[in-house]
């Protein structure tokens, strides 16, 4: 069997670990009393309309959530291309309609040495690239237990 070195050890694929997340935020809003809908489509624009279909979503309240399930790297470094995933959230949420509450919604993993969230590395690097109004949550899928840290 041929090893994957990007999939995340112990998963049978990525995508079933982004599909178990997904499940488990669904779970947390729901028992917080915030009803979402899966793929929520609305239309998002810089100079064309274009249907774009966010993770979770729901038209009342107004709220748009993407959903992101992303480690440290194995040895520890900073995972560029996940980076790259998050600040594509952002842009996202940027050309989303206003009335939108906006949430990234990103799974709680520490680095293995220096006890830092992944969440925290994110925030600290590149709130620059935050829109107005944008929430980062954290969610500890051990405990299912979410914090706002932006």
């Given at each position: ?60 309240p107004p ?23 998050l600040n ?16 990234l919604f ?45």
């Amino acid at each position: 069997m041929e090893t994957n070195n990007f999939q995340r050890v112990g998963a049978a694929s990525n995508t079933e670990v982004g599909r178990d997340f997904e499940a488990a935020a669904h779970i947390f809003f729901d028992q917080s009393g915030i009803k979402l809908r899966r793929s929520f489509p609305v239309e998002i624009e810089f100079r064309v309309k274009k249907s774009h279909s966010f993770d979770f979503g729901s038209e009342d309240p107004p709220i748009l959530v993407e959903c992101k399930s992303y480690t440290w790297t194995s040895g520890g470094n900073s995972p560029s291309a996940k980076i790259k995933g998050l600040n594509e959230a952002m842009l996202l949420f940027s050309v989303a309609p206003e009335p939108y509450r906006k949430i990234l919604f990103v799974l709680k993993h520490l680095h293995e040495r220096r006890r830092l969230s992944l969440a925290t590395h994110y925030i600290k690097n590149h709130a620059h690239l935050f829109p107005p109004g944008v929430e980062v949550w954290e969610f500890d899928l051990g405990g299912s237990h979410a914090e706002r840290m932006f």
